[in-house]
């Protein structure tokens, strides 16, 4: 079995479409080499990488974190699960932020869609005389952490 995979296999086996492949190449998240015809070819650990990249993605890293922490593997070596661990151990707080405010916005959607009122006069999470304005851009009365945009990269 070959160490190197051809973009279908990486594509096929990661659930990553080939363009964000070639995406992540060209912002420096995968490495590929090329056959005597210009095909792309991965080292098979860049299945790794891409799982990688997906869990950080959805922990909610910008491709910039993401880009980031995986600068500090180390080089001439497939990463290991140490190495795994003390990236992914970064996440935890990050995490429980993100639990508590999807649990906050869990319980405003069930006190006020599941109450069955339908009456935005009486609704806490209405803006009569658009009184959340001056409190900036977005949904501002959900908690700070879901009102960042989400897949929006620079």
Do not use: K
Request: net charge positive; hydrophobic share 40%.
């Amino acid at each position: 079995m070959s160490d190197l995979l051809t973009m279908g296999e990486v594509a096929h086996r990661s659930g990553h479409a080939p363009s964000a492949l070639r995406y992540y190449e060209r912002v420096g998240l995968l490495e590929a080499t090329r056959t005597s015809g210009n095909q792309r070819r991965y080292h098979r650990s860049v299945l790794r990488r891409l799982a990688f990249i997906r869990a950080a993605r959805h922990v909610g890293l910008s491709l910039e974190e993401v880009r980031a922490a995986l600068a500090t593997l180390p080089a001439g070596r497939t990463p290991t699960r140490s190495d795994w661990t003390r990236l992914s151990r970064a996440w935890r707080s990050r995490l429980d932020d993100q639990i508590a405010a999807l649990a906050a916005l869990r319980d405003g959607l069930d006190s006020c869609i599941g109450c069955g009122c339908l009456s935005l006069q009486r609704c806490r999470l209405s803006n009569p005389g658009d009184r959340a304005a001056p409190a900036g851009p977005g949904a501002v009365y959900l908690p700070r952490l879901l009102r960042d945009p989400v897949g929006e990269e620079a």
